[in-house]
T-cell receptor, first 115, second 118 residues
Framework: DTGVSQDPRHKITKRGQNVTFRCDPI?????LYWYRQTLGQGPEFLTY????????KSRLLSDRFSAERPKGSFSTLEIQRTEQGDSAMYLC?????????????FGPGTRLLVL | AQSVTQLGSHVSVSEGALVLLRCNYS??????LFWYVQYPNQGLQLLLK??????LVKGINGFEAEFKKSETSFHLTKPSAHMRDAAEYFC????????????????FGSGTQLTVLP
């Protein structure tokens, strides 16, 4: 168990550029979540995968955002035409098990700054 | 919709003093409740969770929390603060009645920054 990893840890981009983040969950975890955390706030849910299927998306996930989880392993989150309001920490979490026993394990996050 | 309120965005305690971080939830049905800790530039680490078993939950690093349905609270405590406890703490909830295919996303409070003074 090597934990949830995310890449890159930091990303600085100019407004209008596209960015892509990667999340590698704990192996064997079939559930994967993306959250966004802005300064001084708690994380907010963006989207959820069960295996390779994207089952739920938050209203926060505009059309410029897309997420994939091919083969139910790693996941990518892409933001097209970035805006300054996209600046935030993007967190990935993975989990498995029955509901009451489930614990979401978080990665270290990718901090995005849009100039 | 579920929500969580953390009273006090900043709490300062002296080393060795009691730590009390407050969390109240809003839900017609008692949810599952969690406390996470976040150190600078790191992800979140689970401290403890309540899933309708024992109301007093013991977690890692000497923390514990008590679920009080009558007060809709799940406050986090530690008898004696240590310098390494300085971090941001988040209370979070998940509905306790989700169907098997539903996303089990956490709804977080806005966090409490704990400062431990020497």
């Amino acid at each position: 168990d090597t934990g949830v990893s995310q890449d890159p840890r930091h990303k600085i981009t100019k407004r209008g550029q596209n960015v892509t983040f990667r999340c590698d969950p704990i192996s064997e975890h079939n559930r994967l979540y993306w959250y966004r955390q802005t300064l001084g706030q708690g994380p907010e849910f963006l989207t959820y995968f069960q295996n390779e299927a994207q089952l739920e998306k938050s209203r926060l996930l505009s059309d410029r955002f897309s997420a994939e989880r091919p083969k139910g392993s790693f996941s990518t989150l892409e933001i097209q035409r970035t805006e300054q309001g996209d600046s935030a920490m993007y967190l990935c979490a993975s989990s498995s098990g029955r509901f009451r026993e489930e614990t979401q394990y978080f990665g270290p996050g990718t901090r995005l700054l849009v100039l | 919709a579920q929500s969580v309120t953390q009273l006090g965005s900043h709490v300062s305690v002296s080393e060795g003093a009691l730590v009390l971080l407050r969390c109240n939830y809003s839900s017609s049905v008692p949810p599952y409740l969690f406390w996470y800790v976040q150190y600078p530039n790191q992800g979140l680490q689970l401290l403890l969770k309540y899933t309708s078993a024992a109301t007093l939950v013991k977690g890692i690093n000497g923390f514990e929390a008590e679920f009080k349905k009558s007060e809709t609270s799940f406050h986090l405590t530690k008898p004696s603060a240590h310098m390494r406890d300085a971090a941001e703490y988040f209370c979070a909830v998940i509905p306790s009645y989700l169907s098997s295919g539903s996303a089990r996303q956490l709804t977080f409070g806005s966090g409490t920054q704990l400062t431990v003074l020497p």
